[in-house]
């Protein structure tokens, strides 16, 4: 049975950084055949892809443009998890920010969700 | 980056009635090497992620109910739930797996009429 437990802080301040981990079970994030993602949700935005790490003999990482000058996705294969960081965040930021995977075809296997205020 | 238009925003459907739901690309998805469209629909109910129901366009995932079945090829898409149940009241979502960056659809509230 493969899980996806989220965890990082709820409130962010402007400017500052927005950090969230998913420690994946039931699977491993080194996976030839995965996609560790992070895709967030907000009335404004709608579901948005926000970018992915993967592991085909050695690390990639896409970003969605976006956030693309912000975002980093680390995977770490010690702790069987993967992070993302976005940078100098505002409060059009604030969502429900989602760790997937995916094995190509769709994202099968979802975090329950974080939601992310950016606020002083 | 492919842009998705789902229509209508929401519908209303009588139980056991059917529900179509459609989604258009603003480019092709259908992917020449495999013949196959790289397009997805997923189910969110309140308070939880988006759920897989259908991909490759027309392939159900385990577990999902056969009243719900996905059609079209290159740009045009449909969802339809062919005997509304309470339980498939929801917000649908389409989303193409064709490119970086992926991309959803706005959404389609269907609700019990």
């Known amino acids: 049975q493969i899980q996806l437990q989220q965890s990082g802080p709820g409130l962010v301040k402007p400017s500052q950084t927005l950090s969230l981990t998913c420690a994946i079970s039931g699977d491993t994030v080194s996976s030839i055949s995965a996609a560790w993602t992070w895709i967030r949700q907000s009335p404004s935005r709608g579901l948005e892809w926000l970018g992915r790490?993967?592991?085909?003999?050695?690390?990639?990482?896409d970003y969605g443009v976006s956030v693309k000058s912000r975002i980093t996705i680390n995977p770490d294969a010690s702790k069987n998890q993967f992070s993302l960081q976005l940078n100098s965040v505002s409060p059009d930021d604030t969502a429900v920010y989602y760790c997937?995977?995916?094995?190509?075809?769709?994202?099968?296997?979802w975090g329950r969700g974080t939601l992310v205020t950016v606020s002083s | 980056d492919i842009v998705m238009t789902q229509s209508p925003d929401s519908l209303a459907v009588s139980p056991g009635e059917r529900a179509t739901i459609n989604c258009k690309s603003s480019q092709s998805v259908l992917y020449s090497s495999n013949n196959k469209n790289h397009l997805a629909w997923y189910q969110q109910k309140p308070g939880q992620p988006p759920k897989l129901l259908i991909y490759w366009a027309s392939t159900r995932e385990s577990g999902v109910p056969d009243r719900f079945t996905g059609s079209g090829s290159g740009t045009d898409f449909t969802l339809t739930i062919s005997s509304l149940q309470a339980e498939d009241v929801a917000l649908y979502y389409c989303q193409q797996y064709y490119t970086t960056p992926f991309t959803f659809g706005g959404g389609t509230k269907v609700e019990i009429k």
């Open positions: 997937a995977r995916t094995l190509g075809p769709g994202f099968d296997y």
């Open positions: 790490t993967y592991y085909r003999s050695k690390w990639y990482n």
